[in-house]
């Protein structure tokens, strides 16, 4: 695709996703050559503004954008040279035949054959079905002899429920091909995601103890030190569960449950990878609601923080969770009888995702170390963030003359491996849009993936709509029952978590 003309339609351009997220990683590709030398990036949004309107609103993202590394001024004004605008109504027709005409245009105009196209969906999702209708009616067909894909990325929420689901996925695969559509959940472009794959599957040490006779549990966590922060009015008809729950957490999960797929590169892998996760998401059981638990934020102790129900736009009576700990059980060979925990939350003490996998106590712990009390579970985490690291937690001698046992752990922060990576680290978005432009589909999900979450979520969802949740102060580890579920799960505390 280096040598073919491209054009990047920014659709929703003068959204929060396209400022924070679209345009910086765009910058990212092409400041390290990743992108075509001839291209245009086509902003398209309702606001009426020039190309140089745009331009002034993108560069404050662009010149601040912590994750294009080594940026310098003329490289964002360069930059923005390839950045142009035009207005219209999403759904509307004439605007698109409009673009369709700007796109011809710059094609002719590039003296190419071979022009690409790849339209990002960055707008709310009640336009999502209407946008892609007129686009394909009237942005589909290249002019002139002209050949190229055509591409489109979307992003969260595909529905609120299954059958929302399904009528908005009816709707769009009338329109595109599977294979025209990437479905991002920006999870699967961190880099500790992708790593988990190299891992589990490169190494030998670990597969043999990846199953159920080794594992006692495994905890998959995010958790934000921020509130909702004037998006209650967005978030109060979401909530935890769907706002993270169902789509990035279960993603991780997929991937650390999964089976080996069939390949890992070459031809059809995308599909093998895809295939094995949604295999193992065929075998979760419904989720049993007396194994969920359920919070919403208070203010802070000092009151400095507002509370939830404070946040503008949130009803005040508001039954929406902003914390859940919910249980999933995987009934298949590998995992009977292991709790896959997922816990997220925001206004909690920290900011962290991670994935957290507990093994069994060590048999000979207690006969062997007969004064060393309870010897810690060895422990697997794999940090997403901050600060991304793998490390095992291990029972150890204390150094010196006695005999006393330590845990220590086999550290491997990416700070310390990889110091000259480690501040480069691609940003999600970077990382996905470039996956998008080579063609492969591992990194984002099917529409049976999707369909498949729904069905896991969505009965809990219905069952759960008028649950009131338990109050936690922001700021603190969230409601002390979920602590207690996982402790009940059999995951014992050695701090960390
Ligand atoms: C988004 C959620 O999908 O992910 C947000 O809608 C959340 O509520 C965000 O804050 C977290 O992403 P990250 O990359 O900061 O962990």
Redesign the pocket.
């Known amino acids: 695709f280096l040598k073919d003309h491209l054009t990047v339609v920014v659709i929703g351009a003068s959204g929060d996703l396209a400022k924070k997220k679209t345009y910086p990683s765009l910058f990212a590709l092409w400041k390290s050559h990743f992108l075509p030398e001839k291209i245009k990036i086509v902003g398209y949004a309702r606001s009426k503004m020039s190309d140089a309107d745009l331009r002034d609103r993108l560069r404050p993202f662009l010149v601040g954008a912590k994750s294009v590394h080594g940026r310098t001024d003329s490289q964002v004004e360069d930059f923005l040279e390839h950045c142009v605008y035009r207005s219209g109504g999403y759904e509307e027709a004439e605007a698109w035949k409009g673009v369709n005409e700007d796109l011809n245009e710059i094609e002719a105009n590039s003296g190419m054959l071979e022009c690409n196209r790849l339209f990002y969906f960055a707008v709310p999702p009640n336009v999502f079905a209407p946008a892609a209708s007129a686009i394909k009616d009237n942005c589909w067909n290249l002019e002139g002899g002209r050949e190229g894909w055509k591409r489109v990325i979307m992003e969260?929420p595909f529905g609120t429920d299954l059958s929302s689901f399904e009528s908005l996925s009816q709707h769009l695969s009338s329109v595109f091909q599977e294979e025209e559509m990437y479905r991002i959940d920006?999870?699967l472009g961190?880099e500790m995601v992708a790593n988990l794959l190299y891992v589990r599957f490169a190494n030998i040490m670990f597969e043999p103890l990846w199953n159920r006779h080794y594992i006692k549990s495994v905890t998959i966590t995010?958790k934000?030190d921020?509130g909702?922060y004037g998006?209650g009015g967005y978030?109060d008809k979401?909530g935890?569960v769907r706002?993270?729950m169902q789509?990035?957490l279960l993603q991780v999960m997929s991937i650390v449950a999964m089976e080996a797929p069939v390949r890992l590169a070459g031809e059809r892998f995308d599909e093998f990878i895809r295939d094995e996760k949604v295999k193992v998401l065929e075998c979760v059981d419904a989720i049993r609601p007396e194994e969920v638990v359920l919070g919403q934020y208070t203010a802070s102790r000092d009151g400095s923080e507002p509370g939830y129900l404070e946040d503008e736009g949130v009803p005040k009576d508001s039954n929406c969770p902003t914390f859940a700990t919910l249980v999933m059980w995987i009934r298949n060979q590998r995992w009977e009888g292991v709790p896959f925990i997922l816990k997220a939350g925001?206004a909690l003490n920290e900011?962290k995702?991670e994935v957290r996998i507990q093994f069994h106590a060590a048999a000979a712990g207690e006969f062997l170390f007969p004064s060393a009390g309870e010897l810690v579970r060895n422990e697997l985490v794999f940090r997403?963030?901050p600060n991304e690291a793998i490390y095992m937690k291990a029972n150890m001698k204390q150094p010196g003359l006695g005999d006393k046992i330590t845990v220590s752990e086999l550290d491997m922060t990416y700070r310390n491996a990889f110091p000259d990576d480690f501040d480069k680290l691609p940003d999600?978005y970077t990382r996905l849009i470039l996956e998008v432009l080579r063609g492969k589909h591992a990194a984002f999900v099917r529409e049976d993936e999707l369909r498949v979450s729904w069905k896991i979520f969505t009965p809990l969802l219905e069952k759960l709509e008028s649950q009131k949740p338990t109050s936690y102060v922001f700021g603190t580890r969230g409601p002390k029952e979920s602590d207690e579920l996982i402790s009940k799960l059999g995951f014992r505390y050695h701090g960390g978590f």
């Open positions: 969260k920006h999870y961190k995010f934000e921020i909702t998006r978030f979401v935890i706002d993270v789509n990035h925001k900011r995702a997403m963030q999600a």
